[in-house]
């Protein structure tokens, strides 16, 4: 399709080939990319006819490989062993085809801490693993060094959000759970429910008060898994108390949704103690907009 475009444009087109290197990032499986059954990307043997047929092309120019692991990787190792087979795969390439690595493009997915219990190695750790192994198996592999690409997304502005909900009634159930319920939820932060991500909270109007009193955040959306925390320890939460959750700066707001017909929360941006509105607030007539007579 993309030789078509740039054929009746009269261009030749930079490209990059995506690849499924085949290996596992120990992270979910619902966003783990770089493994042989993927829909991402091309595993061998298609990545060796991919390879060719790009470099047949006359409207083509196949600058490099591009691959991506996976998301919220709390490991080093993927990474070195993504380096070696792609790079290994690059040789393979070159001695079959003539192919040269000129770029590439390793993707992200470095973790960042949710919880307390659950650190994660800092992004110097990732980024060095990644360019000595780099450095050494373009050595070992007879390759040129290549531009080296990543897109860290996540590790970026994960930690800058902080989600705020306003606290509900409350449901006990005696001997088994109680349950906290807030103006939010899978609209706003379908990760908990998607694939079960965890996150902290905090009495943001309360926190000078010990957080001994275990509680379940749900959400109000018509889900039963529209919880968005399980089981946390908070100071006694009362209804129009405001509940933080740290780390909601990746995914809540471009996987947010209009689900049960909900509006989108605002977004304010805060530098230096100074607040600035950057979205509204929707409203019913943002939801009807697109709806016809």
Known sequence: MLDAIAAGMGQKQDILLRISPGVDPHTHHYIATGIVDSKFGFAPPEADKAIARAMASKHLNLLGLHYHLGSQISETEPYRTGVEVVLKFAAEMKRKHGFELKEMNIGGGYAVQYTLDNPVPPIAEFTKVIASQLAAKCREFGL?????????????????????????????????????????????????????????????????????????????????????????????????????????????????????????????????????LVRRRETLDDLVRCDSD
Do not use: H
């Open 144 to 276: 040129g060094l290549p531009r080296l690409v990543t897109e860290p997304g996540r590790a970026i502005v994960g930690q800058a959000g902080v989600a705020f909900y306003r606290a509900g009634a409350s449901k006990e159930i005696p001997g088994i759970r109680r349950y906290v319920s807030v103006d939010g939820g899978m609209g706003d932060n379908i990760r908990p429910a998607l694939y079960q991500a965890a996150y902290e909270a905090v009495v943001a109007n309360n926190m000078a008060v010990k957080a001994d009193t275990k509680v379940t955040i749900a959400g109000k959306f018509c889900e039963s898994g529209d919880i968005l925390v399980k089981d946390i320890n908070l100071p006694p939460v009362s209804a129009g108390d405001i509940i933080a959750l740290p780390v909601s700066g990746a995914y809540c707001v471009p996987m947010s949704s209009n689900y049960n017909a909900s509006f989108k929360p605002a977004i304010v941006m805060v530098k230096d103690g100074q607040a600035r």
